[in-house]
Each structure stands twice: as structure tokens, then as C-alpha cells.
């Protein structure tokens, strides 16, 4: 092939390199108002009145807008329209935003800001989901503290239970976690000579951006033009609105420019973090360590907003017997608000949790039927014609044995080799395995693109697919190149600007190669048609015998005989044939019963399987993890390198999460309190690509961007249990949690059960 399979160098890294990528902040200028939010410092509370007069005696404040100024609906949500641009007579969180205030510059912003009086009326407030669930727990929203429930159930599980010949009973946590990306939430609004409201954001769905500023502004969606900015990270809380309402608002009330860029602080106070998910377990499997049945029950903590919390509830449930098969299952996912900060989407949408659980189990299975983890679940594992914990019948591409298989020699190498340096520090091996519905969960989850042959002669790509580091750009010009015979350099794209590009729907999900890799590969097969029909006209040559090469078609038995993409243009249009074609592509899936859970939730599935060795210091409870095999099944890898540097990334961003990174509300304040990995850290780690083709997949691909964070964390906690021989329940295992397992393992009256 031309360009699939190959390590094309990704659009946009030079620019980051040379440091020429306009990012929200590059597009401020001084000449611009700047705007500030006066945050809720109440976690729930009524507000009584907000005295904004003593704002406007300071020098060079502007405005201060408070929810009676917003000329629309003020209520939004990407699934459940329950957060306010401006609060409306109650916060519900510390960080709730009570007004705006416009100013000439950030001193005076930050002058007016402290200026502004507000009276609250203090309610009582829960911070405990279960709390928040019984009866009589004071009110968050209206309708209740539920946000939404998931069953999952297939067969009989209390009858299996019954027959098991072990039965594993065990209680998983995990906390907060902060998004923690380069750049802080920024954009600019402008209004351009048409009149339209122009907003440049750091985001990863302009399409939803407009749709949201619209309403909120009360203008048509035709009157709002999102332009994503150059996006330094996103892993899913730029999903969520951020500054875009609020520089909308002041410029279409003030007519005049506006920027605001949130600092460190203001992203950790204002934006959503991931589900903190309480996981109770049952696992029960025959004498050959055969699953036969599984029961769940996961309680999630969505704080003050819903965000994506719904979504959360569905997979999180859908993924909770991991990638194996379980005849018998029964799950039930509830999510609840609570008054602390927001929780939304982040990279997973529940499954980094979920496998967490799920693979602590597979192991202590192992362990009481003395089985090895790896031949666990090899026995275990999803093949073609299993059937899903929905009831989803897998008929291809389904690479979880083949992740298993590619690991297994390290696996046995890491478990030979593993001796202690010195008598207090102990090494480990670890193994999880994991798997990912690609795209949203049993509902209609379509792209969208256009591809053109310009008068010119030049292919044009457009797309509304948020590129925000991970490589999607590059990979939808690789799709197009193929099909159409062009050297990627040789074709413009247009992304992510919602005057020239259809919605390809959000950035998440691991969804835009499988479903925008469909979109942009309907649209150019489309257009290749056409140019091939043309140039048959053309060159008298039957269309059969033409291929698109290098800007020309060409006559297969006498290459000689050429005609360029210009002059092909110059012809169709001569004849009135259009040379914009749009492609779609929605992944076929079905909505699960409201009861059992049962449907396809996904067309399909991303495999992995981690191998970790790990050395734990029980002195100091330092755990270094030394090295990681991470195996993908990514359908097919489009752009190798590509894939790799997610995997480099989900591996740094699992060793984060299973050993430092915890967001305590009302205590982490920035990066000084919250601890990610460094250079330092990092493992060796061996990515290995494992390409099952999916049939539904542009070119047999599926995803790699969520997969490749999934099994670290579980097979980190895997292997620091092998280590000390006690097991860690809750996540993160900080130096104190580890110190503590130490402990329990060598003093066997404390058991080791649990830490």
C-alpha cells in the first residue's frame, strides 16, 4: 500500500517543534477585554444577593455579568443539561461560577473580581455517593441525587454461584484523578464583518461547542463559528464547555473582543476529573479456573454536574467482566451526585477503573485454584462466536488471545529472572488484560466528511475531527491519500472549523480512525469514482484500466497516457458534475434493554495485554516499575509510529495512575499537590502491535487511544502484589498504602487480605 502501514510524519509536529503552533493563548492580544469568573468559594448553598456595584469602581472594569445577562437558556450539558453558565440562585460545588467580570486588563479583572459581594445561605452537603443515595440526604438537583443506573444481567448467577468451586469476594476503590494537561483551558471571541461570533478554543467537539453557545446565547447556530486552536492535551475534560460560553457572552453583549485563559489553578478548581467508583465484586469459577459466573455492583461519583457521567454508568457496567467470558452475570451501575467537583469524561470513561477490579480478581482466582495468571486467562479469554456480558455475539476481530500470546514469552522471562537485589526490596511480575468498546455505547454515534477536487487540481479533506495530539489528522490524510493515490504533502485538509466542516463528532471514545477513518474513506472513494469516470471520458481508456497516481490519472497498459487532476477538474465542472463528496459512517449497534443490559453496545473492540516487572522497596514503600510489555490489537495500524506513541503515552499516564496521582477536593490546587509521573518514572516499555482486522474498519482499523493507558495501572497492582504477597485494594498505591502492605504481610496476624 501506499500509505497505510506506514510511518508518515504526523501533521502538526513541526510546528510544535518550532514552536509556530497557535494555541488558544497565541490568539490573545492585548487590545482584547479580559474576563475573569468569581467562583462559588461554598460547596452548596443559596444565594441570597451578589452586590456587583463595588466592582465597577475599579479603574478599567468593564462589565459584570451575572446569569440575568445571558440572552438565552442558561443551562447546558453534553448529555444531561443540568450546569449553568452563571448560577441562578444556587451553587452546588466550590468553584461553581457566580458571575463574570470583563475588564481591560488583568489587574483590573482581578481588582473588580475581589470587589464583587456575595451573600450565601449555606445548605447541608453530601460528599459520599452512598450517602447521597439513601433517603433523606439533602438534595442536589431536583429530581434526585441519581443520576442513572445500569443492569446488566445474562443468565443465572445466584444458581452458578451455587456450583462454583471458589468463590472470590473483594472491594475495589479509586479517587479522583485531574486531567492534568500541558495547556489550561483558554479561548478568544471575536465578531467578524458579517456579524458572526467567532470563537477560537482549545476544545475536542466545536460542533458541540456551537450547538451550546447558540442556545446558551440565544442566537441560531448559524451565527457561531467555533475554530479549534492548536490543543495541548485534552483526555477528555476539553470535552466539556469551558471558557467558550463565557467569551461569547461578554463579546456579543459588549461587541467588542474578548480572551480568557484559565490559569493552573482555576483548570484544577473548575474542570471535571475522573469518576471516583466504589466496586463490589463476586467472582466464581470451576475447579479449572472456568468463569461461570460474575456479579458486580459499582457505585460512581459524578459530583455536583453530569457531564458524562451517564456514559460512565453504561461502560463501566458493559466492561465489568472484562475482556472474558462469563456465562452468568449480573451488574448493576449507579452513579450519584454529590457536592464535589464535577467528574466527566477521562481517557477510559470508567474502564481504567473497572480493570483495576477486574484484574485483581482474575489473579486471586489464580491464586486459590494455583493456576498461572497468564493461563487464567488464556481459558478464559473472548474468541470469535463468544458472547459478550450484553449478549453481543463477537464474529471478528477479537485479539485478546492473540495480546496473550505475544506477551507470553516476557511473561515467563520477567517471572524466571525475578530475584530481590537486596533483602528488603522485592521484585514483582504483573499481567492484565483488557477490553474497549470503540465509540459511544449502544447509541447512534455518526461521522461526517467532505472531500474535493478543486478547480486547481488539488484534493481537499475536510473534517470536523478535534485533533488534540493524538495523530487523528494524520491518519484521515493517510485514508484519503490511499484511496485517491496522492502523497499525503500533496493535499490540503481543513479540520475542526465549523464554517467549512460537518460535525465527526467528538474526540473521545477512541472513535474518530474507526468511525471518521469510514467517513473520510466513503467521501474519497466517492470522489475517486467520479475522477476515474471522468478521465475514461477523457483518455477513451474504459475506467477499469485507470488509476489516480501523483496528481494525474493513468491509463494502466500505456502509462504514457495521462490526464491531470487540473484538467479533469476543468472538465467536470465544464459538464456540471459535482467534485465535493461527502462520506458517513455510524457504526452498527443496537440500545441495550433498560432491564437486562442486553444489545450491541459497540460494531467493535479493542484488545491489550500488559506485562509489568515492577521492584518494591519495603523499607520506604517506593515502588519502580522497570519494564512493560504492551501488546494492542489495533485492528490494523494505519500509522505505526503512530500507535506506538500512544501506547509510550497510555503507559505513562497508567503508571501515574496506580502509584501517585489522587485529586483530593477542597486540598489539590495545582500541579505543586498533584504528583504525575516524570521522565524519571518511565519504564522501558516494548510496545508489540497486533493487527486482527476488524471487517467494519477503514482498511481493518479500530483504535489505539484509550486501550493503551487501560491494563497498566491493573497489571502495576499485579505485580506489587506477586511482590510483597499482599494485595492493594484502592488505588493510587502511594509510598504509605505499599509501606502498609509491607506490613501486613509480615506480621500474619494482620492477615492480608486487604490493605
Known sequence: MRTIGKNIPRIGALERVLGTARFASDFASDEMITLMVL??????????????????????????????????VNRFG???????????????CIGDPVCLVAAENQEAAEKALRAVKVVYEDLPPVFDPEE????????????????????????????????????????????????????????VAYLDDNGVLVIIASTQNPHYDRKEVAELLGLEEESVRIIQAATGGGFGSKLDLNVQGFVGLATLLLRRPSKMIYSREEAFLAT??????????????????????????????????????????????????????????????????????????????????????????????AQALGLEPLEIRKRNCLRVGSLTATGQELDASVGIGATLDA????YREFSARKRPSRSHKRRGVGLASMMYGIGNTGIQN????????????????????????????????????????????????????????????????????????NAVKDAAEKLRDILLTQASSILKVNRTQLALENG????????????????????????????????FFDPPTTPLDPQTGQGVPYATYAFASHVVEVEVDTLTGEVEVLRVVAAHDVGKAINPENVRGQILGGVAMGV???????????????????????????????????????????????????????????????????????????????????????????????GNRST
Open 132 to 187: 447521597a443515595l439513601r433517603d433523606g440526604a439533602p438534595l442536589i438537583h431536583e429530581k434526585g441525587n441519581e443520576l442513572g443506573r445500569r443492569i446488566v444481567h445474562k443468565g443465572n448467577p445466584a444458581k452458578a454461584f451455587e456450583r462454583a468451586d471458589v468463590v472470590i469476594e473483594r472491594v475495589y476503590k479509586t479517587h479522583h484523578l485531574e486531567h492534568a494537561y500541558l495547556e489550561p483551558d483558554g479561548g
Open 272 to 365: 471535571a476529573k475522573r469518576h471516583p467508583l466504589k466496586m463490589y465484586y463476586k467472582s466464581g469459577a470451576d475447579r479449572e479456573g472456568r468463569l461461570c459466573a460474575v456479579e458486580v455492583k459499582i457505585i460512581g461519583d459524578t459530583g455536583a454536574y453530569a457531564s458524562y457521567g451517564l456514559a460512565v454508568v453504561s461502560r463501566s457496567a458493559v466492561h465489568a467482566t472484562g475482556p472474558y467470558e462469563a456465562p452468568n452475570v449480573h451488574i448493576e451501575s449507579i452513579f450519584a451526585y454529590t457536592n464535589n467537583p464535577y467528574s466527566g469524561a477521562m481517557r477510559g470513561f470508567g474502564v481504567p477503573q473497572i480493570a483495576f477490579a477486574h484484574e485483581s480478581q482474575m489473579d486471586l482466582i
Open 552 to 583: 494525474l490519472a493513468r491509463a494502466l497498459p500505456d502509462p504514457s497516457r495521462t490526464v491531470s487532476l487540473k484538467k479533469i477538474a476543468e472538465y467536470s465542472l465544464k459538464n456540471g458534475v459535482p467534485l465535493k463528496w461527502q462520506g
Open 656 to 750: 501515574g495512575f496506580a502509584l501517585m496521582e489522587e485529586f483530593v477536593p477542597n486540598r489539590t490546587e495545582s500541579l505543586k499537590d498533584y504528583h504525575i509521573p516524570t521522565f524519571a518514572d518511565m519504564p522501558v516499555v516494548e510496545p508489540l502491535i497486533v493487527e486482527d482486522s476488524e471487517p467494519t474498519g477503514p482498511y481493518g482499523a479500530k483504535g489505539v487511544g484509550e486501550p493503551a493507558l487501560i491494563p497498566t495501572a491493573p497489571a502495576i497492582l499485579n505485580a506489587i502484589a506477586d511482590a510483597l504477597g499482599a494485595r492493594i485494594y484502592e488505588l493510587p498505591a502511594s509510598l504509605e498504602v505499599v509501606m502498609k502492605a509491607a506490613l501486613v504481610r509480615s506480621n500474619p496476624k494482620n
Open 446 to 517: 455518526p461521522s461526517t466528511a467532505q472531500v474535493e477536487l478543486t478547480p486547481e487540481g488539488k484534493i481537499k479533506v475536510f473534517t470536523g475531527a478535534a485533533d488534540i495530539g493524538q495523530g487523528s489528522s494524520t491518519v484521515l490524510m493517510q485514508i484519503a491519500a490511499e484511496i485517491l493515490g496522492q502523497d499525503i504533502q500533496d493535499i490540503d485538509l481543513v479540520v475542526a472549523d465549523t464554517l467549512y466542516t460537518t460535525s465527526a463528532g467528538a474526540t473521545s471514545a477512541s472513535r474518530q480512525t474507526y468511525i471518521s477513518g
Open 39 to 72: 467562583r462559588s468559594d461554598r460547596h452548596h448553598a443559596l444565594i441570597k444577593k451578589i452586590d456587583v456595584s463595588p466592582a465597577y469602581e475599579v479603574p478599567g472594569c468593564v462589565r459584570v455579568f451575572t446569569h440575568e445577562d445571558i440572552p438565552g
Open 407 to 410: 506477551v507470553a514469552d516476557r
Open 78 to 92: 453534553i448529555i444531561t443539561k443540568d450546569q449553568r453558565l452563571l448560577a441562578d440562585g444556587k451553587v452546588r
